[in-house]
Nanobody
Framework: VQLQACGGGLVQPGGSLRLSCAAS????????RGWHRQAPGKQREWVAGITSGGSPNYADSVKGRFTISRDNAKNTVYLQMSSLKPEDTAVYYC??????????WGQGTLVTVSS
């Protein structure tokens, strides 16, 4: 499984950005999709996830501001981020847990929230 993330960039506080993560390869093994992030000097943290059935879950820090969705026809997951704050600045990684205990990760895309 290969995951290709894109959509990061520089945005002002209060702004919006949408990340995308396209999957290819043996996608039949994937059981869920989601996003983590890692801010400078901090550990990687879980941000949001979505099951194969489309049920979303969010970290408390982003609940109400971020929306995760998926387009099964395109094998793509999106993270719509709104009301962005400087503390949302991080490298965002898409991931996909799979059957058998495997997990796949994208290469990361940088989101910078700054005026």
């Amino acid at each position: 499984v290969q995951l290709q993330a894109c959509g990061g960039g520089l945005v002002q506080p209060g702004g919006s950005l949408r990340l995308s993560c396209a999957a290819s390869g043996s996608i039949f093994s994937i059981i869920a999709r989601g996003w983590h992030r890692q801010a400078p000097g901090k550990q990687r943290e879980w941000v949001a996830g979505i099951t194969s059935g489309g049920s979303p879950n969010y970290a408390d820090s982003v609940k109400g501001r971020f929306t995760i969705s998926r387009d099964n026809a395109k094998n793509t997951v999106y993270l719509q981020m709104s009301s962005l704050k400087p503390e949302d600045t991080a490298v965002y990684y898409c991931y996909a847990p799979a059957r058998g205990g495997a997990s796949y990760w994208g290469q990361g895309t940088l989101v910078t929230v700054s005026s």
